[in-house]
């Protein structure tokens, strides 16, 4: 059932890492990173999940998608992911190797039902779907539910854009978690609710992927590990006063996340609410504060554009050059570095971590480790140096 005040409670993504720190105000210390090629490490983390009854197939496209996001430098959203998708497998909150079920599918639209299979498995086919009906319908409004955890909004849509499509999805965690406060109250009311935009271009696509909150649950987990406080304005304990001490958000009564904007807050509280409601309303999840005894899983909203369709593909890659490259020239204030698009830091990470390994710690790590032994999976080796 859905929770926002019982102790203890640490919401996904956030969740599957608070078992490494006992105390909640006093993380754990672990060594200085180390660098490991991406291959060695989805070969380490393909195997993990194929020593739990995983297909290969299956087991390979998670292993992708999850240091796809190391790559990117979404570390929270990479493979720390996998001991909570494992402890998930075995309590049935997951469930491997079953298909996409199609519940209604019409020119322009498709609802369909994950039944509870992995987020990165059953989202790949699904946007993969609705971009093929784009190819003839213009514009397609798709919706998932029972979709286990997607992980990285920016992966799905530049799928899509990468094939030429615009793209728009956002997702809510079916109404059993909330972290996040309206403007000017004390209770949790909202999950982060990110949302995804995917735009082709000549080159690389612009990936726009935020949370409507000031930062996802993830990234205060690994900040509570670290034992490093936060940036000011990000969250605020039970009483409501501004703090940057992430323990507060598994304390009795807990703190809260705000919603992205400042003194205009009620920005990304209104996006966050809006988009509750139609990832959830049009999937036939649930929003908070859910139901007794409600399953923890996302549901998906997707709209796919074919600009072909519309006004021409190259009037659409025209109007998107024109705008970046005028962006791109525009003039930088003093001590201002480079002018960024969305997107653009997640490309240059991805390829300077090709070639230097990612960086790993063992927080990251020996989770993984202890399972390894336990199944006969070899663990990663370290690249020299």
Same mark, same amino acid.
């Given at each position: 059932m859905a929770n926002r005040g019982i102790p203890g409670h640490d919401p996904s993504p956030?969740?599957?890492?608070?078992?490494?720190?006992p105390n909640l105000h006093r993380p754990t210390c672990f060594a200085p990173s180390m660098n490991y090629d991406a291959h060695e490490i989805r070969r380490f983390v393909s195997q993990l999940f194929q020593a739990h009854a995983v297909g290969r197939e299956e087991a390979e496209r998670i292993a992708e998608s999850l240091v796809e996001s190391n790559l990117h430098g979404h570390d929270s959203h990479g493979i720390t992911l996998a001991r909570w998708y494992l402890s998930q497998l075995e309590t049935g909150e997951l469930v491997a190797g079953v298909p996409l079920e199609i519940r209604r599918d019409l020119p322009g639209a498709l609802w369909a039902d994950a039944q509870l299979g992995f987020g990165q498995v059953q989202c790949h086919r699904f946007v993969e779907l609705c971009c093929r009906k784009a190819e003839t319908a213009g514009a397609v409004c798709g919706s998932l539910d029972r979709c286990g955890h997607v992980g990285r909004l920016g992966e799905w849509v530049e799928q899509a854009a990468r094939r030429g499509f615009a793209a728009l999805m956002a997702v809510n965690d079916n109404g059993a978690v909330y972290t996040v406060a309206p403007p000017g109250g004390l209770d949790r009311c909202l999950s982060t609710n990110p949302i995804g935009v995917g735009i082709p271009t000549?080159? *690389? /696509?612009?990936?726009?992927? =935020?949370?409507?909150?000031?930062?996802?649950?993830?990234? @205060? $987990?690994?900040? %509570?590990?670290?034992?490093?406080?936060?940036?000011?304005?990000?969250?605020?304990?039970?009483e409501g006063h501004p703090t940057t001490d992430p323990g507060v958000m598994l304390a009795d009564p807990p703190g809260a996340l705000r919603s992205f904007g400042g003194d205009q807050a009620y920005k990304g509280f209104g996006l966050g609410l809006v988009f509750d409601i139609l990832a959830a309303g049009l999937s036939g999840g649930h929003c908070p504060p859910g139901v007794a005894g409600g399953v923890e899983y996302n549901n998906v909203l997707l709209v796919v554009w074919n600009p072909e369709l519309f006004a021409g593909t190259e009037h659409w890659l025209q109007q998107a050059e024109g705008l970046t490259g005028f962006i791109r020239s525009s003039r930088? *204030? /003093?001590?201002?570095?480079? =002018?960024?698009?969305?997107?653009?830091?997640?490309?240059? @990470? $991805?390829?300077? %971590?090709?070639v230097e390994g990612l960086p790993l710690d063992d927080a990251m790590l020996n989770p993984l480790r202890e399972i390894a032994a336990r199944v006969g999976v070899a663990p990663p080796a370290a690249l020299p140096g």
């Amino acid at each position: 059932m859905a929770n926002r005040g019982i102790p203890g409670h640490d919401p996904s993504p956030s969740r599957c890492l608070s078992w490494l720190s006992p105390n909640l105000h006093r993380p754990t210390c672990f060594a200085p990173s180390m660098n490991y090629d991406a291959h060695e490490i989805r070969r380490f983390v393909s195997q993990l999940f194929q020593a739990h009854a995983v297909g290969r197939e299956e087991a390979e496209r998670i292993a992708e998608s999850l240091v796809e996001s190391n790559l990117h430098g979404h570390d929270s959203h990479g493979i720390t992911l996998a001991r909570w998708y494992l402890s998930q497998l075995e309590t049935g909150e997951l469930v491997a190797g079953v298909p996409l079920e199609i519940r209604r599918d019409l020119p322009g639209a498709l609802w369909a039902d994950a039944q509870l299979g992995f987020g990165q498995v059953q989202c790949h086919r699904f946007v993969e779907l609705c971009c093929r009906k784009a190819e003839t319908a213009g514009a397609v409004c798709g919706s998932l539910d029972r979709c286990g955890h997607v992980g990285r909004l920016g992966e799905w849509v530049e799928q899509a854009a990468r094939r030429g499509f615009a793209a728009l999805m956002a997702v809510n965690d079916n109404g059993a978690v909330y972290t996040v406060a309206p403007p000017g109250g004390l209770d949790r009311c909202l999950s982060t609710n990110p949302i995804g935009v995917g735009i082709p271009t000549r080159d *690389q /696509p612009i990936v726009l992927d =935020m949370s409507t909150s000031t930062v996802a649950n993830g990234k @205060l $987990k690994l900040a %509570r590990l670290a034992g490093r406080p936060v940036a000011p304005g990000l969250i605020q304990d039970a009483e409501g006063h501004p703090t940057t001490d992430p323990g507060v958000m598994l304390a009795d009564p807990p703190g809260a996340l705000r919603s992205f904007g400042g003194d205009q807050a009620y920005k990304g509280f209104g996006l966050g609410l809006v988009f509750d409601i139609l990832a959830a309303g049009l999937s036939g999840g649930h929003c908070p504060p859910g139901v007794a005894g409600g399953v923890e899983y996302n549901n998906v909203l997707l709209v796919v554009w074919n600009p072909e369709l519309f006004a021409g593909t190259e009037h659409w890659l025209q109007q998107a050059e024109g705008l970046t490259g005028f962006i791109r020239s525009s003039r930088r *204030q /003093p001590g201002a570095g480079p =002018m960024r698009l969305p997107g653009d830091r997640g490309h240059a @990470l $991805k390829r300077q %971590r090709q070639v230097e390994g990612l960086p790993l710690d063992d927080a990251m790590l020996n989770p993984l480790r202890e399972i390894a032994a336990r199944v006969g999976v070899a663990p990663p080796a370290a690249l020299p140096g």
